[in-house]
């Protein structure tokens, strides 16, 4: 896997799920998580824990909200990273009456800050801050009931103490899918 910087990743986790359906409306998760990744392109092992606590409000049947909180740290070589986040999400699943196709589509927007602190004893500075913002829109369509295609918009948004690392930039993604 790629982490965000574009580097090549080997992971190797353990990890702990929980999830509970309270009522037809709410339902709450968590997943821990504990390993080791090998970073190929920076030839740097490290170790890391997550958490990730949120809840899911569905108002109705075809709408989701949904709020997630996590926490990540990663102790590696030369550089030590934690993270602290916050996620809002909402989902809502239509039904666009194309003939044939019985899959619903579903449109998603999400809004997320995290704060990082990043000490990099490769740098100098070694240590610097940053506040990441990302706001995304999403939309599913089913072209039959099995295949759809998914386009995505998002902007990223990192301010840094170490101005190097500032970042401003839009992504967008078309992702071609097959559920079986």
């Known amino acids: 896997m790629r982490n965000e910087d574009g580097e090549d990743l080997n992971i190797m986790a353990l990890g702990l799920a929980y999830r509970n359906t ?62 602290i986040g916050l996620r809002l999400e909402a989902e809502h699943d239509f039904n666009v009456g194309l003939t044939g196709v019985d899959r619903r589509w579903t449109i998603s927007a999400h809004a997320q800050a995290d704060r990082v602190e990043v000490t990099d004893t490769a740098l100098i500075p070694a240590m610097r801050d940053d506040d990441r913002q990302t706001y995304g829109l999403s939309l599913r369509a089913f072209f039959t009931d099995d295949a759809y295609v998914r386009a995505s918009v998002a902007q990223i948004s990192r301010s840094s103490t170490n101005a190097t690392f500032d970042l401003d930039q839009t992504v967008l993604t078309l992702q071609l899918g097959w559920e079986f």
């Open 22 to 83: 309270h009522s037809a409306f709410w339902s709450t998760f968590m997943d821990l998580e504990i390993g080791r990744a090998d970073n190929t392109t920076l030839n740097e092992d490290s170790d890391f824990a997550e958490l990730v606590i949120g809840a899911t409000y569905r108002p109705s049947r075809d709408t989701r909200l949904r709020m997630t909180a996590r926490a990540r740290t990663t102790d590696g070589v030369t550089v030590d990273t934690d993270l």
